[in-house]
């Protein structure tokens, strides 16, 4: 068996007295599409925010099997000086958000360029003088943004700003922009929230596009169970902070414990 790309073990995180997320274990397998799935509250936007280094977890620990070999997402965050969450996105993570942060002001193109200053070794300095590497590096930028942005059919809205495009171009731009940092796992924050049934369907199919043809691994959270069930290969199931089901769409969908957990009753009612 492959080694999973993210291996999430016993974590646990608390803010005061609540605790979010409980003793949560479970793998994501590499060029695979994962779905975190959970009624509101389950504590799916914070083991996502340990994963993506935007918490440091209270317990437990977090492994990214990337292209650089096991990394510890803690300890990149917790590394003295240099640590933090932009070495979690050079470690291979990249993200989008529940609530879409782009450049609004900024041209779609400009958006994907800023997003890969974190990964270009220039400074100051070479920036000053142009140096041969720098420009080679510039150059490098924008062929990668176009690139993205002709993956996520946007090549046409590449001088647009970032605010004027539809809902469901500014949620393609969010992976575009993801994508420019070349990462070995994308986690999708609810990206078919607020799109209509059309969009709905053109995001599927660019997910699952980029899991088949770009050697990336996907780690999504998303309500909308028909996109869930459609391009899902394994989905993991939270409720109350806890994993209450690990397995396929098919196990998962007639998991009495699911089914509990989203109707709001108890195990025992639902296999009555
Ligand atoms: N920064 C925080 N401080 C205190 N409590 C928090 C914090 N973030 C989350 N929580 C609590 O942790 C629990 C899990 O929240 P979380 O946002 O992870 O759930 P979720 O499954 O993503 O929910 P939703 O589907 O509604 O986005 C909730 O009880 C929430 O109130």
């Known amino acids: ?64 099997n990337g292209r650089n070999g096991p990394q ?7 590394r003295p000086i240099t640590g933090g969450s932009h070495l979690v996105t050079r470690a291979g993570i990249a993200r989008t958000f529940q609530n879409i942060r782009l450049f609004k002001e900024m041209s779609v193109v400009e958006n994907l360029l800023v997003a890969q200053h974190l990964a270009t070794r220039n400074n100051l300095l070479s920036g000053v003088f142009r140096t041969r590497a720098y420009r ?79 050697d990336l691994s996907v780690l999504v959270i998303e309500h909308d169970m028909g996109l869930v069930m459609r391009i899902a290969d394994h989905i993991v199931v939270l409720d109350h902070g806890e994993v209450i089901s690990d397995g396929t769409p098919d196990s998962v969908a007639n998991d009495p414990a699911v089914i509990a957990a989203y109707l709001g009753v108890s195990e025992e009612e639902v296999t009555a």
């Open 1 to 64: 068996m492959k080694t999973p790309i993210l291996e999430v073990q016993n974590v646990t995180m608390r803010f005061g007295g609540i605790v979010a997320n409980r003793d949560v274990s479970f793998a994501a397998e590499r060029g695979a599409i994962t779905a975190l799935i959970g009624p509101n509250g389950a504590g799916k936007t914070t083991i996502f925010n340990c994963i993506t280094g935007f918490y440091r977890a209270s317990e437990g620990r977090i492994l990214l």
């Open 72 to 78: 510890d997402i803690g300890q990149l965050m917790t």
């Open 136 to 214: 080679a590096a510039e150059t490098e930028a924008v062929d990668r943004a176009y690139f993205w942005l002709s993956q996520m059919n946007l090549a046409s809205d590449a001088n647009r700003l970032a605010g004027e495009l539809p809902y469901g171009r500014q949620r393609r731009l969010e992976i575009a922009r993801a994508m420019c940092t070349s990462p070995a796992l994308i986690c999708l924050d609810e990206p078919a929230a607020g799109l209509n049934p059309s969009e709905t369907r053109e995001l599927s199919e660019v997910i699952q596009r980029l899991c088949a043809e770009h």
